[in-house]
């Protein structure tokens, strides 16, 4: 970071001007992948400081100074007015202005649907943004994915129950609690990529470890039609529908701070989403865990036993957040009927 003292020493009107400078430095050589120990500019477009500084017309005598208090978002520091830099390339502030107006276009919007629909949920749709929301995701305007493979599936170890596999898959209606994508009593199946977001999924914020009962679960044909409303910030690009950059900005996808017992706000405007999706014909939804970092979820609503089926028992693992050591204490073979005693 630069010296406070030598910038607040300069006149208001060059503290101003240096600020302007700093505010566009984005990239150095240290951000640069290195071959031979060379940098090797891909990031940014290059320019030397001095560049830069007369650019702003900055009187010479200034550079020195300007130049050794300017820093980098990485971090590097103390140039020299011939070192160089990278500034935003001409994608990247397209980028920014896309961004800008999503959050623009449909953050306030969104704000007074959440409000509307915490209070009034079945009037939904008299909020102009859930209509948009609701003919968006008809027209398929937002991302769709198929999937398939392995994914994970878990539950709590509640008492002394040996469950099998049919027990960790779809719960029978009338049963499941209200989730991010399903309405109280509404059967959908909730699956994770990983095992460890299967995990975490399960757990309040308050537990610190417990015992868990882990299924891994094949989709052995592909599943299409799924609404995808994964979002990588890094992925970006001004293709990339503004609607669901305002979405994941207001973390309206994955909000839990407001949920408390019975009472779920934050679920109210994705399960609006999820309404909209199994009416317009989606198979589910793929989404990003809102306890986890890794991997990503999906929510069948429509089960095939034929297609979603799992080769081995379901095990129980004992879950530590933020441990990579999930010691498997019991793998099915342990006992002949439903009890296992004391774990």
């Known amino acids: ?134 003919k968006e995701i008809e027209a398929k305007k937002l991302p769709v994915e198929t999937v398939s493979g392995e994914f994970y599936r878990c539950r709590k170890v509640e008492n002394d129950i040996a469950f099998e596999t049919k027990d960790l898959m779809l719960a029978p209606i009338g049963i499941p609690k209200e989730g991010r994508f399903n309405h109280s009593g509404q059967s959908h199946l909730y699956l994770s990529k990983e095992k460890d977001t299967a995990k975490a999924e399960i757990l309040g914020d308050t537990e610190k470890s417990r015992l868990v009962w882990i299924q891994k679960i094949d989709i052995k044909k592909p599943i299409e039609n799924i609404l995808d409303l994964t979002f990588d910030w890094t992925m970006m690009t001004l293709s990339t529908h503004a609607l669901l950059i305002a979405l994941h900005t207001g973390g309206y996808l994955s909000c839990i701070k407001d949920n408390e017992g019975n009472w ?28 986890s970092y890794i991997g990503d979820n999906i929510v069948l609503f429509h089960y095939s036993a034929e297609n979603i089926i799992s080769e081995e028992p379901p095990v129980i693992e004992t879950f530590v957040p933020d441990s990579n050591e999930y010691p498997i204490l019991y793998n099915g073979d342990l006992f002949e009927d439903k009890s296992f005693g004391d774990i």
């Open 264 to 291: 779920r706000p934050d679920y109210f405007i994705t399960r609006f989403i999820m309404d909209c999706a199994k009416k317009a014909g989606y198979n589910g939804i793929k989404y990003e865990s809102a306890r």
């Open 1 to 134: 970071m630069y010296e406070i003292d030598e910038i607040s020493e300069l006149s208001k009107k060059n503290q101003k001007l240096f600020n302007r400078i700093q505010g566009q430095i984005e990239y150095c050589y240290n951000c640069q992948p290195y071959d031979e120990g060379e940098p090797v500019w891909i990031h940014g477009d290059r320019t030397e400081i001095s560049e830069l500084l007369f650019d702003y017309n900055v009187p010479e005598n200034l550079h020195e100074l300007f130049a050794r208090n300017l820093s980098c978002r990485c971090g590097t520091s103390d140039f020299y007015p011939f070192s160089e830099i990278g500034l935003k390339t001409k994608y990247e502030i397209e980028l920014d202005r896309h961004f800008e107006f999503a959050k623009r276009k449909y953050g306030k919007p969104l704000s007074e649907f959440k409000n509307l629909i915490i209070k009034h949920p079945f009037l939904s749709l008299d909020c102009k943004i859930a209509r948009d929301i609701k």
